[in-house]
């Protein structure tokens, strides 16, 4: 073999190995006072250098209290020429428990020919690095267990000690349909972390590069979110809630928006298996609770013989949905997550790619998951409203406004759901950022069978972005603004519009109707005499008369006629309406708060405006 042996057992401290079986799956079942008996079940301890053979004897349990080593299966030669072989089977670190018999069986199970199988001598422990291992005796660990009238405390403990985990790997999505041999496999990589009631298991913002799988306790997953809205988003599903906290310097107050409780079997961390991004949520401990844990590196090891990497990142697709519809993003309100999921795209941006183009036709629709964006434009768009107004600076040529950022938990592009005009603005990712997108075309067959449901969607969407049409389309909306309307004595263009709408519904395909209805339209609201007369251009109404005459309408002989009056709403009533409480109430009706001070502080309403 080359490698030398480590050194026989010496004798170990209680206390001292109390503290070491504090980090192991044992702390759980086990109160402080049963813990120090169980101690010393574990007398002795291997001191193990880089890359000596620790000596372990068959049928004992033991416990890694230091470092990391590795475990392989011994394939004994069968001609005296070649040298045994090793099998690479997992690591054990810090916290994980070895028996070697129970390893042993584990192998023999992963092994590709019955004829392998009965060449399976024995398991190798090999130190990767200066490790230290408590050596369980088995006639004192009987003792102890014979001595406890608690039959959980016992079935646990003889649960603990045998390496069987695949049970809980099968719960997890994208691994119920993979072999049991790459279960098994996958098994062998895993080791468990122990923690105590209320230990944080990882904040938001650090480097991530373990999944972790609930086998005993509750952890709750929470995200920060500054008061301006600026800051929010790696959870679990379920309902979220809000409190209040302070900032790292005490100063500036945060949200604290509890995401979901994960119980056994439940799993989170799994973005950093896949992207090299920073925790996006914070995993805190209720109570005592048991991991298993698997590492990147591990992981990306396993994909090269488990090909499942496509359905993975669409199980991560919709655990993103999930996340970011639990913190309350108009988009996902009301939606069917289900429907949503095959229709999202997630795209990792490298720091500084431009995302899209000023000018540039808009074809989709942006969700930021993680990171950060620039929006910047050659000018202020015209139109925007007066809430739209931007803190911009230019650049050094005057030529490129800077309008600002967006975050996680915000989104941008959305007017290429609702509209096809061009991109009005340039937006660039300022760091890597991860990015959930929506098409068109996906989006317009979502809600291909319920019109309502895609105005009102539209309007969720866009919020103060919204245009004329987009309430034309939407019952209640139209209510709210007819309502504003009444109060102002002006609801004649609205009338006209409606009616041109009901015009073009019902005249579809009925060429005999078209003169008549086209007559009743043009005498109600466009004649000079006209009993509910808009404010037309003389030859716009000559050109209608015109074509009355000559029996030669159709169903767009209006176009121009309902262009002019929305531009002329968009400019005057409808922008009046847009600061009135009755746009703000209707949007509370659809479960929406448009608070002047909140949009105000954060600005992202006016990005968003300017992005339209």
Do not use: W
């Not at 070491?20 to 049963?34: A, G, I, N, Q, W």
């Not at 033991?62 to 001609?79: C, F, H, M, Q, R």
């Not at 005296?80 to 997992?90: E, G, V």
């Not at 395909?509 to 006209?530: P, W, Y």
Request: proline fraction near 3%.
């Amino acid at each position: 073999m080359g490698a030398a042996f480590s050194a026989r057992p010496v004798k170990i401290p209680v206390e001292e190995c109390m503290q070491y079986l504090r980090k192991t799956p044992f702390f759980l079942y086990l109160s402080d006072e049963t813990l120090q008996e169980f101690a010393l079940c574990f007398p002795t301890a291997i001191k193990v250098n880089a890359d000596q053979i620790a000596q372990l004897q068959s049928g004992n349990n033991y416990v890694v209290a230091k470092g990391e080593l590795d475990l392989s299966t011994l394939i004994p030669a069968t001609n005296p020429s070649k040298i045994d072989t090793k099998r690479y089977l997992c690591k054990k670190k810090p916290g994980d428990i070895i028996n070697t018999d129970e390893t042993k069986n584990d192998a023999v199970q992963q092994m590709s020919t019955p004829k392998l199988k009965n060449y399976i001598d024995n398991i190798v422990t090999i130190g990767c690095s200066k490790s230290l291992i408590l050596c369980g005796d088995s006639f004192m660990l009987s003792k102890f267990l014979e001595s406890k009238s608690n039959a959980d405390v016992k079935e646990s403990i003889k649960a603990i000690t045998k390496s069987h985990i695949t049970d809980y790997l099968s719960r997890i999505p994208f691994l119920s349909n993979i072999k049991e041999s790459h279960l098994r496999m996958l098994a062998a990589m895993g080791h468990y972390e122990a923690k105590g009631a209320n230990e944080v298991v990882f904040n938001e913002g650090t480097e991530g590069s373990k999944l972790y799988i609930v086998l005993h306790g509750v952890a709750s997953v929470s995200t920060q979110k500054d008061v301006s809205g600026i800051k929010t988003s790696e959870s679990s599903n379920g309902g979220s809630e809000l409190c209040n906290a302070n900032s790292a310097d005490g100063n500036e107050p945060i949200d604290i928006i509890l995401i979901a409780d994960l119980k056994n079997g439940d799993y989170f961390g799994e973005t950093a298996l896949m992207i090299d991004v920073p925790r996006t949520t914070t995993v805190k401990t209720k109570q005592k609770s048991l991991f298993l844990v698997l590492d990147k590196n591990d992981f990306e090891n396993f994909l090269m013989v488990c090909p499942i990497k496509e359905s993975m990142l669409q199980v991560m697709t919709d655990r993103m949905l999930s996340k970011l519809s639990s913190i309350g993003i108009p988009f996902l309100v009301g939606i069917e997550l289900t429907s949503l999921s095959t229709s999202v795209e997630m795209h990792e941006v490298p720091k500084d790619s431009i995302i899209f183009n000023e000018g540039d036709v808009g074809d989709r629709f942006y969700i930021i998951f993680y990171g950060e964006v620039k929006v910047e434009a050659k000018k202020v768009q015209e139109g925007i409203s007066s809430d739209a107004e931007v803190t911009s600076t230019e650049d050094e040529n005057g030529d490129d406004m800077h309008l600002g950022h967006l975050f996680s938990g915000q989104y941008f592009g959305e007017m290429a759901l609702a509209s096809d005009e061009p991109r009005s603005a340039t937006v660039t990712a300022v760091g890597k950022t991860v990015l959930l997108s929506v098409g068109k075309e996906s989006f317009h067959r979502l809600f291909s069978s319920n019109s309502q449901a895609r105005a009102e969607f539209k309007l969720r969407l866009l919020q103060r972005s919204a245009r004329l049409k987009h309430f034309l389309d939407h019952s209640s909306a139209v209510e709210a603004l007819s309502s504003f309307l009444a109060k102002e004595f002006s609801q004649e263009n609205l009338e006209f519009c409606l009616t041109l709408k009901e015009y073009r519904e019902n005249t579809a395909g009925k060429e005999g109707k078209l003169v008549e209805e086209a007559k009743h339209i043009f005498n109600t609201f466009c004649a000079d005499d006209a009993s509910t007369q808009v404010n037309l251009p003389s030859t716009m109404k000559t050109e209608l008369e015109n074509a009355l005459e000559n029996r030669s309408v159709h169903a767009g002989s209006f176009e121009n006629c309902e262009n002019e009056i929305h531009s002329l709403m968009e400019r005057d009533s409808f922008a009046r309406f847009k600061k009135s409480t009755y746009f703000v109430d209707f949007f509370k009706t659809l479960g929406i708060n448009l608070d002047e001070s909140k949009i105000s502080k954060c600005g992202h309403s006016r990005l968003r405006a300017s992005l339209s």
